[in-house]
Antibody, heavy 114, light 106 residues
Framework: QVQLVQSGAEVKKPGASVKVSCKAS????????INWVRQATGQGLEWMGW????????GYAQKFQGRVTMTRNTSISTAYMELSSLRSEDTAVYYC???????WGQGTLVTVSS | SYELTQPSSVSVSPGQTARITCSGD??????ARWFQQKPGQAPVLVIY???ERPSGIPERFSGSSSGTTVTLTISGAQVEDEADYYC?????????FGGGTKLTVL
């Protein structure tokens, strides 16, 4: 079955960077875009951007421009989302989701704390 | 950028019909999707293209569209349908979720 499995929880200090991975299985990785979405505790869903695994093309939400980088390694069917210059407000669960937001990964908790 | 507006909460008794609305100018031109999210879980797609239901989603979930408003309807809501529901749409390079609606079934 189609599945996205994300990397484990991270704890980072303010100013650091975090890189979350999303490994795809059950379909041809390069045939569907990957979206990244985050959710702070008790808050709603916030779209961060998308990446085309075939071309590597990306599109980022304006809020994250300059701070987020989405990449991939097609040989291992894995997408990555790196967020830099972390601040406490970036503490959230980060999700990857296949092109039509079906399915989603299980989520990765990123905690930013000094 | 654009916005999608949802009520913060909706409450129904088991067996009643729950309706959750989502409003935004972009909905007059673009399809909407609906997601269900239960506590501690990732969201699940329940409606796409305004009214299409993915395989495995119960028939009691349906969607409709009129102008700048889309509606998620749960006919005969069950206790297990209690969750947060989010609408979503996309235009150009912008994709946005509604603020979410907490559905209480009790």
């Amino acid at each position: 079955q189609v599945q996205l499995v994300q990397s484990g929880a991270e704890v980072k200090k303010p100013g650091a960077s975090v890189k979350v991975s999303c490994k795809a299985s059950g379909y041809t990785f390069t045939s569907y875009d990957i979206n990244w979405v985050r959710q702070a505790t008790g808050q709603g869903l916030e779209w961060m951007g998308w990446m085309n695994p075939n071309s590597g093309n990306t599109g980022y939400a304006q809020k994250f421009q300059g701070r987020v980088t989405m990449t991939r390694n097609t040989s291992i069917s894995t997408a990555y989302m790196e967020l830099s210059s972390l601040r406490s407000e970036d503490t959230a669960v980060y999700y990857c989701a296949r092109e039509e937001f079906d399915p989603w990964g299980q989520g990765t908790l990123v905690t930013v704390s000094s | 950028s654009y916005e999608l507006t949802q009520p913060s909460s909706v409450s129904v008794s088991p067996g009643q019909t729950a309706r959750i609305t989502c409003s935004g100018d972009v909905l007059a031109k673009k399809y909407a999707r609906w997601f269900q999210q239960k506590p501690g879980q990732a969201p699940v797609l329940v409606i796409y293209k305004d009214s299409e239901r993915p395989s495995g989603i119960p028939e009691r979930f349906s969607g409709s569209s009129s102008g700048t408003t889309v509606t998620l309807t749960i006919s005969g809501a069950q206790v297990e349908d209690e969750a947060d529901y989010y609408c979503y749409s996309a235009a150009d390079n912008n994709r946005v979720f509604g603020g979410g609606t907490k559905l209480t079934v009790l």
